[in-house]
């Protein structure tokens, strides 16, 4: 394998490690290469803290003056909750910088790559640019679109039913397959579900894993005060708005720099986000059941009424859970 | 592999040439082996055409006598639309048989077997049983359930719409899934829809197919008048009937000697059978759509009520079609 790729890989692997605690800032890996060793590695660990080359730098064992920096993004060049990459960059002697994509945000764009190469570091862009931009798809998502990334997550039978006509839903998919729908939450900024949902099944919505950040809760509905007793509002890390319509909410959650929402539900909440085509990503959990009735539930909104206008998912993958059946897809093509 | 396997496969092989001919007696393929070599094959062709076994006879290319007749069911002993094949085979010679499964028609069931063995035969019964079984699952099940085997076929997006919430499904899945769909009618000595199916989508439920015989069309309703121009009345291989629920036409269905039945849609049909919980078999095509709409069609009736109780499919399998999907199970277990 191709030693740029090698690195950028471990990159992507360290990157990794800041999931769930660097949003709205992207997943950030960095390792310093001298003579073909590894001499330092680092990673973004959470908003706020230093960016992963600078952690890289700093736990470099040899000086790392004339080594290369492999890095999935490109280096910052402005000041915001740390200052500029760019400059402690320049001041630590690196000599060439390999990373894989430009950063979306207009901030940086293109910026850090001039200031480096002002002050004479090579900086060669693109290698593993696809697989860099899936690390970070919601990131750049909100940059290149101006809004959040939207996911839709959903369990049903093989009849599309997320519950029962009398309103059972304990429990379609199997406990892995649960498990593994709970821990995607640690890939969004946010997860959103409409307030009927809440009332009726009084979900907890966080991640329950160790050493992730449990995303922002966010309920569509306007009556605050009957949730009093609910998990919802255990703890601050909640937001309830009742915005007009889908475009409407993308400002607000892009307003408030949120970057990814993973939509839960329930069937009329995932309905109003067919409706409006904006879906990113969606994740369909399937166990081997048939429910029927009329009444049960599904996704539901208007619908799309004509087949050829349908959300068609595209970069299909599959994963299995015993018998049930996780399909990813992405309706507006991956990023 | 064991010799016995392998001539049975063979059977099995032959039998299947039979497919869509023979309802409502079973496939039956038959080899005769003589030192270790087939001297004779036959297949059950068509109803009223003469048994698989006597075919085999018949074809023999030396004397019979002193060889080991191989079939994948027990030869039958009553006069039915042919003479009993127990008697033409004792007067062959054939000296050993070896076969999958009794017969389970109670006008057979261990009566060949004994008619053999008091004629000095060897007869072994119950090497690949279970395939044996599942090659006639329909025949097995219509005489030791007293019933037809029940299929449903359905086409749906991964939300389970079968139909957008103005009627169109043209076309949900794609030309291959159709096509194998359209095949697997081959299996069934009859299709059965709503009327409100063929109303809406003057449906042909043909096979298509050279070398296949179409089943029975049933139309569930009373209106026969209004079908006049429609594709289901082309012929006279049609049955309309409006019983009062699905035991009441299961029974009709018994009484005219109908082992088997697809149903294909619509979504209130296939729900009155979820709903009466007597589905042998299920064919769930989905394409990687997402549809949406409260008022999309999808399997109706009143449904199951609590997840606990709802059909869970057992024996799971699956093809793929490009991108659809094709789940394959049995609610009540194999048979």
């Known amino acids: 394998m191709d030693n740029d790729v090698r690195f950028l890989r471990e990159t992507f692997k360290l990157a990794k490690k800041g999931l769930s605690w660097t949003n709205p800032n992207p997943l950030v890996g960095a390792v310093i290469v001298k003579e073909g060793r590894i001499i330092g590695k680092g990673f973004h660990r959470k908003v706020g ?55 979306p945000n207009q901030k940086v764009n293109g910026k850090g790559k001039k200031l480096l190469e002002k002050a004479g570091i090579q900086i060669v862009v693109g290698t593993l640019k696809k697989e860099a931009r899936l690390l970070n ?5 909100f940059h290149e679109k101006g809004r959040p990334f939207v996911a839709i997550k959903f ?11 009398t ?8 406990e892995k397959a649960r498990i593994y729908g709970r821990n995607l939450r640690a890939n969004y900024q946010a997860i959103l ?28 509905g306007s009556k605050r005060h009957i949730l009093k007793n609910f998990q919802v509002l255990r703890d601050q890390n909640v937001l309830i708005i009742n915005p007009k319509n889908i475009h409407d909410l993308l400002a607000i959650l892009r307003e408030k720099n949120i970057i990814s929402v993973l939509v839960e539900g329930g069937g009329e909440t995932l309905g109003s986000f067919v409706d409006s085509k904006i879906i990113d990503k ?17 996704i539901g909104g ?13 970069n299909i993958s599959h994963k299995k859970f015993g018998d049930n059946l996780l399909t990813i897809g992405y309706p507006l093509g991956i990023v």
């Not at 490109?74 to 990459?85: I, L, V």
């Not at 798809?137 to 998502?141: L, P, V």
């Open 49 to 103: 803290s230093v960016h992963g080359e600078i952690e890289a730098l700093r736990n470099c064992k040899e000086d790392p003056s004339g080594a290369t920096l492999y890095v999935n993004l490109e280096p910052c060049s402005c000041f915001g909750r740390t200052s500029p990459c760019v400059n402690t960059i320049i001041q630590s002697g690196i000599k060439k910088i390999v990373c894989s994509t430009l950063d």
């Open 167 to 174: 309103g059972d839903s304990k429990w379609i998919t199997n």
């Open 155 to 165: 369990a049903a039978s093989l009849d599309g039913k997320m519950a029962t006509a």
């Open 302 to 314: 208007d619908g799309i009424h004509i087949i050829q206008k349908a959300l068609r998912l595209k």
């Open 193 to 220: 579900v409409g307030i009927n949902t809440v009332l009726a099944d009084n979900p907890n919505l966080g991640i329950r894993t160790k050493n992730k950040k449990d995303p922002v809760r966010i309920i569509l």
């Open 137 to 141: 798809e919601a990131f750049f998502t």
């Open 282 to 298: 969606v994740y369909a959990f399937h166990a081997p059941l048939i429910i029927g009735g009329k009444k049960a539930i599904t």
